[in-house]
């Protein structure tokens, strides 16, 4: 018995949680590991290619940034990511998976183009976008009550119904778009108001962007606030730290969670408006293009924070930018995008650790002591 | 004649329903553990393109296909690429305690990404109209039991499939009398229940939660496989697997957990999905609602499992956290 315990084998290192670190230090980490992100993938499309990955950076920068045009659409990306990533964000806080952004984007979506399409002509065009609005934010909201009401009540798991909930968003946007083709038989619905643009954001100063990331641009700092200065946003986050904490100091759980469920969803529906009114006047299935999952990501990122998710969507977009053209101008495949993010994330999501732990080296105990 | 047409649609269920099987039998056996892998839409998409790659190069590099190789060279490979896959979730989620949503829907994307390059990239190379077909492997995948032919309706429901099909419910049976009937099965729920009372009972929790999520992951990439070799009667199309993956998640809720229950789930998935097709008159909108159903009935459950609160119909306790010994 003594024996054994004499052999048995000291682990070489073990592992501690870290204290607290520096900001500075814990963002050079994170700098770190996105540079080794970028050496990895560079590799990768070597190997795939045989190109200069130098020539490979340059055309990542030019499509991002090369032209007046590509900066607009990348302002605008950011601003619709940025978007849904606030929506997510105070959902999560609270520890409320909300994967179903996706299907609250494409709830907001359909909202609008139904308001655009059914009523679009016959009133007039502030009536028309204020219920615009409204209908969206409330086909947003709705989509995510739905879970957050059995979560709140029963604890029904929320992350695979919001998951569900997804597909059965999409089927609904594909039932509409069978029933609103335009042409018949094209299954699309083309755009909506060609002629009249009714319900359509207006353009500012020619550009017709603007007033999405304007409009994103306030969200941002608002949502900031609301999480780090109002009475709710503190609610949100005893709630996410300990339900139990919560209902002890009295605060209502279940209303906190339905009442932030409905926010996030509500925002998302805010993206789905913008998306339709303000950027691509049609819908289709895949209109939310999987950003309800990379919002979860982004909002991730950025620990939470509004501010900082500035950087992290920015981020994001600018590999995707990057990654596409890279795919366009050395003629690849475009999912190399995929891959190239994909790497990307397991190295930034990989490097938390370091953030948060550190590795003690065990020191060698002497021979029979 | 209304008899042969439920037989068709039997069988047309039971050849979707087998993706999905995979699928959830490896994310069972994954989530016993603990790890919730959203990865594995991902992970489906690896193992179907590895096992194109394997069967792409064995058939170049040969003229007489040996069948014995055919079958064993794209298995191998999907099973490989699969595993890898689980493993980064793995290395990510367990040793390095990252957040198991997150990680595994980069992994959806990356794995959604490999899959499309390189499945996309041979087409493009040698392949015709943005696919490339392994007809030649495809068709030893597929071969039926040779007296499938002579019994009718019923050897079309019961004989007809490939052997991945067979395997596919020998994998999930297997699973059920692993999980319930061995003291190591015991042990993967205790890790997935409460991975600290696990630990202090003496359990390698770090092994048996990699262990599973690799397993399970490599279980899930053979889903890929039978779609591309069977399904498909080996075409690559890019983005032609959809979101079967996400659908497998959703039966493992479906089946509670249980593998063996996965069985019927997934031919009754597989029914669903293809309902609209066999009810005559349909509308091309109605066709689409039809298709919300497995996702529907999905939901049902969940929310009539957690009212019920039957403990053994709940997910595992410790679901999508990472376990750290030192944290209380």
């Given at each position: 018995?003594?024996?054994?315990?004499e052999?048995?084998?000291?682990?070489?290192?073990?592992?501690?949680?870290?204290?607290?670190m520096?900001?500075?230090?814990?963002?050079?980490?994170?700098i770190?590991?996105?540079?080794?992100?970028?050496?990895?993938?560079?590799?990768?499309?070597?190997?795939?290619?045989?190109?200069?990955?130098?020539?490979?950076?340059?055309?990542?920068?030019?499509?991002?940034?090369?032209?007046?045009?590509?900066?607009?659409?990348?302002?605008?990306?950011?601003?619709?990511?940025?978007?849904?990533?606030l929506?997510?964000?105070?959902?999560?806080?609270?520890?409320?998976?909300?994967?179903?952004?996706?299907?609250?984007?494409?709830?907001?979506?359909?909202?609008?183009?139904?308001?655009?399409?059914?009523?679009?002509?016959?009133?007039?065009?502030?009536?028309?976008?204020?219920?615009?609005?409204?209908?969206?934010?409330?086909?947003?909201?709705?989509?995510?009550?739905?879970?957050?009401?059995?979560?709140?009540?029963?604890?029904?798991?929320?992350t695979?119904?919001?998951?569900?909930?997804?597909?059965?968003?999409?089927?609904?946007?594909?039932?509409?778009?069978?029933?609103?083709?335009?042409?018949?038989?094209?299954?699309?619905?083309?755009?909506?108001?060609?002629?009249?643009?009714?319900?359509?954001?207006?353009?500012?100063?020619?550009?017709?962007?603007?007033?999405?990331?304007i409009?994103?641009?306030?969200?941002?700092?608002?949502?900031?606030?609301?999480?780090?200065?109002?009475k709710?946003?503190?609610?949100?986050?005893?709630?996410?730290?300990?339900?139990?904490?919560?209902?002890?100091?009295?605060?209502?759980?279940?209303?906190?969670i339905?009442?932030?469920?409905?926010?996030?969803?509500?925002?998302?529906?805010?993206?789905g408006?913008?998306l339709?009114?303000?950027?691509?006047?049609?819908?289709?299935?895949?209109?939310a293009?999987?950003?309800?999952f990379?919002?979860?990501?982004?909002?991730?990122?950025?620990?939470?924070?509004?501010?900082?998710?500035?950087?992290?969507?920015?981020?994001?977009?600018?590999?995707?930018?990057?990654?596409?053209?890279?795919?366009?101008?050395?003629?690849?495949?475009?999912?190399?995008?995929?891959?190239?993010?994909g790497?990307?994330?397991?190295?930034?999501?990989?490097?938390e650790f370091?953030?948060?732990?550190?590795?003690?080296?065990?020191?060698?105990?002497?021979?029979?002591? | 004649?209304?008899?042969?047409?439920?037989?068709?649609?039997?069988?047309?269920?039971?050849?979707?329903?087998?993706?999905?099987?995979?699928?959830?039998?490896?994310?069972?056996?994954?989530?016993?553990?603990g790890?919730?892998?959203?990865?594995?839409?991902?992970?489906?998409?690896?193992?179907?393109?590895?096992?194109?790659?394997?069967?792409?190069?064995?058939?170049?590099?040969?003229?007489?296909?040996?069948?014995?190789?055919?079958?064993?060279?794209?298995?191998?490979?999907?099973?490989?690429?699969?595993?890898?896959?689980?493993?980064?979730?793995?290395?990510?989620?367990?040793?390095?305690?990252?957040?198991?949503?997150?990680?595994?829907?980069?992994?959806?994307?990356?794995?959604e990404?490999?899959?499309?390059?390189?499945?996309?990239?041979?087409?493009?190379?040698?392949?015709?109209?943005?696919?490339?077909?392994?007809?030649?492997?495809?068709?030893?995948?597929?071969?039926?039991?040779?007296?499938?032919?002579?019994?009718?309706?019923?050897g079309?429901?019961f004989?007809?499939?490939?052997?991945?099909?067979?395997?596919?419910?020998?994998?999930?049976?297997?699973?059920?009398?692993?999980?319930?009937?061995?003291?190591?099965g015991?042990?993967?729920?205790?890790?997935?229940?409460?991975p600290?009372?696990?630990?202090?009972?003496?359990?390698?929790?770090t092994?048996?939660?990699y262990?599973?999520?690799?397993?399970?992951?490599?279980?899930?990439g053979l889903?890929?496989?039978?779609?591309?070799?069977?399904?498909?009667?080996?075409?690559?199309?890019?983005?032609?697997f959809?979101?079967?993956?996400?659908?497998?998640?959703?039966?493992?809720?479906?089946?509670?957990?249980?593998?063996?229950?996965?069985?019927?789930?997934?031919?009754?998935?597989?029914?669903?999905?293809?309902?609209?097709?066999?009810?005559?008159?349909?509308?091309?909108?109605?066709?689409?609602?039809?298709?919300?159903?497995?996702?529907v009935?999905?939901?049902?459950?969940?929310?009539?499992?957690?009212?019920?609160?039957?403990?053994?119909?709940?997910?595992?306790?410790?679901l999508?956290?990472?376990y750290?010994?030192?944290?209380?």
């Amino acid at each position: 018995m003594s024996k054994a315990s004499e052999k048995a084998k000291e682990p070489l290192f073990h592992i501690a949680k870290r204290p607290s670190m520096p900001m500075w230090k814990s963002w050079l980490i994170r700098i770190a590991a996105i540079a080794a992100a970028l050496i990895v993938c560079a590799a990768i499309v070597v190997m795939l290619t045989d190109l200069n990955p130098i020539e490979v950076y340059v055309s990542m920068f030019n499509g991002a940034f090369g032209s007046k045009r590509k900066i607009w659409s990348l302002l605008q990306n950011i601003a619709i990511l940025l978007c849904i990533s606030l929506a997510v964000t105070p959902a999560f806080k609270m520890r409320f998976w909300n994967i179903g952004a996706e299907g609250q984007v494409l709830a907001g979506c359909l909202a609008t183009a139904a308001c655009m399409i059914l009523i679009g002509d016959k009133l007039p065009s502030p009536v028309l976008i204020l219920i615009m609005v409204i209908a969206s934010i409330a086909a947003g909201a709705l989509w995510s009550v739905i879970p957050a009401f059995f979560k709140a009540n029963w604890n029904t798991n929320e992350t695979l119904f919001t998951l569900m909930m997804n597909y059965v968003a999409i089927q609904l946007v594909s039932f509409f778009i069978t029933i609103w083709e335009n042409p018949k038989g094209s299954a699309s619905i083309g755009i909506i108001n060609m002629n009249s643009q009714a319900g359509w954001f207006p353009s500012l100063f020619g550009q017709k962007y603007l007033i999405n990331i304007i409009i994103v641009a306030v969200l941002t700092v608002l949502m900031y606030i609301y999480l780090k200065y109002s009475k709710h946003g503190y609610e949100i986050a005893v709630v996410g730290e300990s339900e139990n904490t919560a209902r002890y100091v009295g605060m209502n759980v279940k209303k906190v969670i339905i009442r932030t469920a409905a926010l996030s969803g509500a925002l998302c529906g805010v993206a789905g408006l913008l998306l339709v009114a303000g950027t691509d006047h049609t819908m289709s299935t895949e209109t939310a293009g999987g950003q309800g999952f990379t919002a979860i990501m982004v909002s991730w990122l950025a620990k939470f924070n509004p501010l900082l998710m500035i950087f992290t969507s920015f981020l994001i977009v600018f590999l995707e930018k990057g990654a596409s053209e890279i795919a366009m101008a050395f003629r690849l495949n475009e999912s190399i995008a995929d891959i190239l993010t994909g790497i990307i994330l397991f190295f930034i999501i990989g490097c938390e650790f370091f953030v948060n732990y550190q590795i003690i080296f065990n020191k060698k105990h002497k021979e029979g002591k | 004649m209304m008899f042969a047409s439920i037989a068709t649609f039997i069988q047309r269920a039971v050849v979707q329903g087998i993706p999905l099987l995979f699928g959830s039998t490896g994310e069972m056996i994954t989530e016993k553990s603990g790890n919730l892998n959203l990865g594995i839409p991902g992970i489906m998409y690896v193992g179907g393109v590895s096992g194109v790659i394997g069967a792409f190069f064995y058939e170049r590099s040969t003229d007489n296909i040996n069948a014995f190789l055919a079958v064993i060279i794209p298995l191998l490979a999907a099973i490989a690429g699969s595993a890898l896959m689980a493993f980064i979730y793995s290395f990510l989620t367990i040793t390095l305690r990252a957040n198991q949503n997150v990680t595994g829907l980069a992994l959806t994307i990356f794995g959604e990404g490999v899959g499309n390059f390189f499945g996309g990239s041979l087409a493009n190379l040698f392949g015709e109209g943005g696919s490339i077909a392994m007809t030649a492997t495809s068709n030893i995948f597929r071969t039926p039991f040779p007296f499938a032919d002579k019994l009718g309706a019923f050897g079309k429901i019961f004989f007809s499939y490939g052997f991945l099909a067979y395997s596919a419910i020998v994998v999930s049976l297997f699973a059920a009398w692993y999980l319930n009937r061995t003291r190591s099965g015991l042990h993967l729920r205790s890790v997935g229940e409460s991975p600290s009372t696990a630990d202090a009972a003496g359990i390698n929790v770090t092994k048996y939660k990699y262990l599973a999520t690799c397993i399970g992951g490599a279980i899930a990439g053979l889903g890929g496989l039978y779609y591309i070799m069977d399904y498909t009667s080996g075409v690559w199309t890019n983005g032609a697997f959809g979101d079967r993956g996400w659908l497998a998640i959703a039966l493992v809720i479906f089946a509670l957990w249980k593998p063996n229950v996965g069985i019927l789930g997934s031919i009754l998935f597989g029914g669903l999905y293809i309902v609209y097709l066999f009810i005559p008159g349909l509308s091309r909108s109605s066709q689409e609602l039809f298709k919300m159903l497995p996702y529907v009935v999905t939901i049902f459950v969940l929310i009539i499992v957690s009212m019920r609160k039957k403990r053994e119909y709940q997910p595992p306790q410790s679901l999508g956290l990472s376990y750290f010994r030192e944290e209380r």
